[in-house]
């Protein structure tokens, strides 16, 4: 197993390529002690390494992560924002369900085409509504991606008597 100490170093490194690289390594590296570190390296000035912890905490997939996760969905940089929402639907933790939802009237139509695909992943019918008003989105791709989640939230439920 990795040595994370150094990399938990480095994430505070002054140079933007040490701290992109320690993300990425501490993501390969599947150490939980790796996770507190990285979720306060979201926060970092620079946004391709926000991006790249977004990742890292996507390949560890732990939950105490998630709160750290939803906060950065209102990043101001749209690859940051789409890699969050990536980690956040690998992980399937319904608490991001309403973060994602209101990502669904952001500015960028991949993201909201985005939120709309993980929210259709988590399956949860508290998204319906958001999704609903998604489907008359003026932009296809994200129209249909509202349809497609909400297809799935459809067969996800129990049936009926």
């Known amino acids: 197993m990795t040595e994370i100490a150094p990399l938990v170093t480095a994430l505070s490194s002054p140079t933007i390529k040490a701290r992109k690289e320690a993300a990425a390594q501490l993501g390969r590296a599947g150490d939980p002690a790796a996770v507190l570190p990285l979720v306060q390296a979201l926060i970092d000035p620079h946004p391709s390494v926000r991006t790249e912890v977004a990742v890292a905490l996507g390949k560890l997939d732990d939950e105490r992560a998630v709160p750290g996760r939803v906060a950065a969905l209102a990043d101001t940089d749209d690859q940051v924002r789409g890699a969050v ?77």
Do not use: S, W, Y
Request: hydrophobic share 45%; glycine share 8%; with cysteine.
């Open 85 to 161: 929402m990536a980690a956040l639907g690998r992980l399937k933790d319904r608490r991001a369900v309403i973060p994602l939802a209101t990502c669904l009237t952001d500015k960028n139509t991949r993201i909201r085409a985005g939120a709309a695909e993980v929210l259709g992943r988590l399956g949860d019918p508290h998204a319906g509504k958001a999704l609903t008003a998604a489907t008359a989105d003026p932009f296809e791709e994200v129209r249909d991606a509202a349809a497609r989640a909400l297809d799935r939230i459809q067969k996800k439920r129990p049936a009926g008597p």
